[in-house]
């Protein structure tokens, strides 16, 4: 089982949609998380820290349920600009070790 | 502010050849210290990962090995390079503490 899953997309959706990612981590022990954003052939970027209170930065609202290992990602109002693939990252709390997902693709169309 | 800077930005070298890739950290001291592969269309793939100078982990057995010779300096390198080696390579820092990654902005190499 990999330590870090998520939907395997792409997701194709229209400008205004809303739409969510999901993710589960297998390791209990885990510390901290995080969605990434990547586009391509570039690095990835920091999109926004996950609580376990939830968490909103403008359209972007991130979840985590620790009892389930599951992270969510809900974008409303999307933009062409959130063309991208986004990252589902976990730190581990021993060694400092940070896990990516294998990301999920959304093309947002006009 | 910190910064972090990874060069080359592109590679081509020919199977057999060596490798190294270097990676820098400004701003900041004591930075845990990252290299990630990503293969196209993949996702990124721990290689090593350092807490300290000449502390490095291991998460994956290959042909490279890393080395962290300064507090800020994490270099990748290989003796001689497989067609398998060829990705994205991604270095990273982060506070200690479990805190978020900023990457470098990666070398394409194309082992040929």
């Known amino acids: 089982r990999k330590e870090v899953e998520q939907d395997p997309g792409p997701f194709n959706v229209p400008e205004g949609a809303t739409v969510a990612f999901n993710c589960t981590y297998s390791?209990?022990?885990?510390?901290?998380f995080f969605w990434y954003r990547q586009d391509c052939r570039k690095e990835p970027k920091l999109l926004m820290s996950?609580?376990?209170s939830g968490n909103e930065d403008g359209r972007f609202t991130a979840q985590l349920n620790r009892a389930s290992q599951y992270i969510s990602l809900l974008i409303r109002d999307s933009k062409l600009s959130d063309s991208a693939t986004y990252l589902c990252?976990?730190?581990?709390?021993?060694?400092?070790?940070?896990?990516f997902g294998a990301g999920t693709r959304l093309f947002v169309k006009a | 502010s910190q910064t972090i800077h990874q060069w080359p930005a592109t590679l081509v070298q020919p199977v057999g050849s060596p490798l190294s890739l270097e990676c820098t950290v400004e701003?900041?001291?004591?930075?845990?210290l990252y290299w990630y592969r990503q293969a196209a269309g993949r996702g990124l793939q721990l290689l090593f990962y350092s807490v300290g100078i000449g502390q490095i982990s291991s998460e994956v057995p290959q042909n490279l090995s890393a080395s962290r010779p300064q507090d800020r300096q994490f270099i990748l390198s290989s003796k001689k390079l497989l067609l398998s080696d060829s990705g994205f390579y991604l270095c990273a820092w982060g506070g200690q503490g479990n805190e978020k990654l900023f990457f470098g902005s990666g070398t394409q190499l194309s082992v040929l």
């Open positions: 990252v976990v730190t581990l709390v021993a060694g400092f070790k940070t896990i």
């Open positions: 996950v609580y376990s």
């Open positions: 390791n209990s022990a885990s510390q901290s």
């Open positions: 701003g900041t001291s004591n930075p845990n």
